[in-house]
Nanobody
Framework: QVQLVESGGGLVQPGGSLRLSCVAS????????VGWFRQAPGKEREFVAT????????RYTDSVKGRFTISKDNAKKTVYLQMNNLKPEDTAVYYC????????????????????WGQGTQVTVSS
């Protein structure tokens, strides 16, 4: 069974920080594009950040640029999302997705392009 498992969510005050982790099962290939998406109540799933299989290429949605950083450790089969200066509008369930990376620079921002998803982790930013 190939799985992705997110963790690291929780309750944080505005301006605070969290680091999310997405851990793949041992059978998952390292040659994958990984993306972080979030879904707030009553809204569609939204792209947040993506990283190529080599970690050379990354891309972010405008609302998180300068605040969030995506990174990965292929040896640990883990992708991270460091979230700084969190705002109430960042509140959502955060999901990671993965699909085969077609090159060292391949990234993906559309949820329908992903083949595998984790169960999500809740992030709540509130005073």
């Amino acid at each position: 069974q190939v799985q992705l498992v997110e963790s690291g969510g929780g309750l944080v005050q505005p301006g605070g920080s969290l680091r999310l982790s997405c851990v793949a099962s041992e059978r998952t290939s390292s040659n994958v594009v990984v993306g972080w998406f979030r879904q707030a109540p009553g809204k569609e799933r939204e792209f947040v950040a993506t990283i190529s299989r080599s970690a050379y290429n990354t891309r972010y949605t405008d609302s998180v640029k300068g605040r969030f950083t995506i990174s990965k450790d292929n040896a640990k089969k883990t992708v991270y999302l460091q979230m700084n200066n969190l705002k109430p509008e960042d509140t959502a369930v955060y999901y990671c997705g993965a699909r085969l990376g077609l090159s060292e620079f391949d990234v993906a921002t559309e949820p329908q392009s992903y083949e595998l998803w984790g169960q999500g982790t809740q992030v709540t930013v509130s005073s």
